[in-house]
């Protein structure tokens, strides 16, 4: 199967329990990774708030984008495969500009720690802090890590209430969403496997595939306000 056709299908699949996931449960902080309810390709963007490295607010809002945008949720830069992640993420990111997108990384690392905590820190990405979890809920992914596993990751000076600045806990499921200069969501991976992760060819050609539609729209759209 070709890699634009398992796009597709996963994306089919992706969309089919939409209906059944009520608002309001989905910007709970959930108790398992299994339990989380992302949003979905064809949803709206919500509306958030983040800081930059400086802890200056960074928003975005869905009713007044400018350009189309890649965000990627990862745990934090303590997290040795969300750094290769972001390592790897390179390979697309030259191609991913050429095509007019913003590249935003989101964690709930607090501002100061955002690229001090990362292994390869000069990096080119936009990389902000969601300490307050206003993007992580927003966008159905929160959940709550066991305290039997907060205090494991002490024991491998891991301390998320000093890499968040806060108390809750809560960490996102990777996730790398698409979303339209329109403000709605193109496309959406979500593994609750922290393990695995999208690749950087897959996300690329998602990425071409809503680039051909988008101009292909904007086409359409012009020749009809021609005959008009």
């Given at each position: 199967?070709?890699?634009?056709?398992?796009?597709?299908?996963?994306l089919?699949?992706?969309v089919?329990?939409?209906?059944?996931?009520?608002?309001?449960?989905?910007?709970?902080?959930?108790?398992?990774?299994d339990?989380?309810?992302?949003?979905?390709?064809?949803?709206?963007?919500?509306?958030?708030?983040?800081?930059?490295?400086?802890?200056t607010?960074?928003?975005?809002?869905?009713?007044?984008?400018?350009?189309?945008?890649?965000?990627?949720?990862?745990?934090?830069?303590?997290?040795?495969?969300?750094?290769?992640?972001?390592?790897?993420?390179?390979?697309?990111e030259?191609?991913?500009?050429?095509?007019?997108?913003?590249?935003?990384f989101?964690?709930?690392?607090?501002?100061?720690l955002?690229?001090?905590?990362?292994?390869?820190?000069?990096?080119?990405?936009?990389?902000?802090?969601?300490?307050?979890?206003?993007?992580?809920?927003?966008?159905g992914?929160?959940f709550?890590?066991?305290?039997?596993l907060?205090?494991k990751?002490?024991?491998?000076d891991?301390?998320?209430?000093?890499?968040?600045?806060?108390?809750?806990?809560?960490?996102?499921?990777?996730?790398?969403?698409?979303?339209?200069?329109?403000?709605?969501?193109?496309?959406?991976?979500?593994?609750?496997?922290?393990?695995?992760?999208?690749?950087?060819?897959?996300?690329?050609?998602?990425?071409?595939?809503?680039?051909?539609?988008?101009?292909?729209?904007?086409?359409?759209q012009?020749?009809?306000?021609?005959?008009?």
């Amino acid at each position: 199967m070709k890699l634009m056709n398992i796009i597709l299908v996963c994306l089919v699949c992706a969309v089919a329990p939409a209906a059944l996931v009520a608002d309001g449960q989905r910007t709970d902080i959930h108790t398992e990774t299994d339990a989380i309810q992302p949003l979905l390709p064809g949803m709206r963007a919500p509306a958030f708030e983040v800081r930059d490295a400086r802890g200056t607010p960074v928003a975005l809002d869905p009713d007044h984008m400018q350009k189309p945008v890649v965000l990627t949720f990862f745990r934090g830069g303590w997290c040795p495969y969300c750094n290769l992640h972001l390592s790897e993420l390179r390979k697309a990111e030259a191609e991913l500009g050429q095509m007019g997108f913003d590249i935003w990384f989101i964690s709930v690392d607090k501002p100061e720690l955002l690229y001090e905590s990362l292994q390869q820190p000069d990096i080119g990405y936009q990389v902000l802090s969601d300490a307050g979890l206003d993007a992580t809920r927003a966008f159905g992914i929160a959940f709550q890590v066991p305290d039997e596993l907060v205090e494991k990751y002490l024991t491998f000076d891991i301390d998320l209430e000093a890499v968040s600045g806060e108390t809750h806990h809560v960490l996102p499921v990777p996730s790398t969403y698409i979303i339209g200069a329109d403000g709605v969501i193109r496309f959406q991976y979500t593994n609750v496997n922290y393990r695995v992760r999208l690749h950087p060819d897959v996300l690329l050609a998602a990425a071409r595939a809503h680039t051909d539609e988008a101009d292909k729209r904007l086409i359409r759209q012009r020749e009809a306000r021609k005959k008009s």
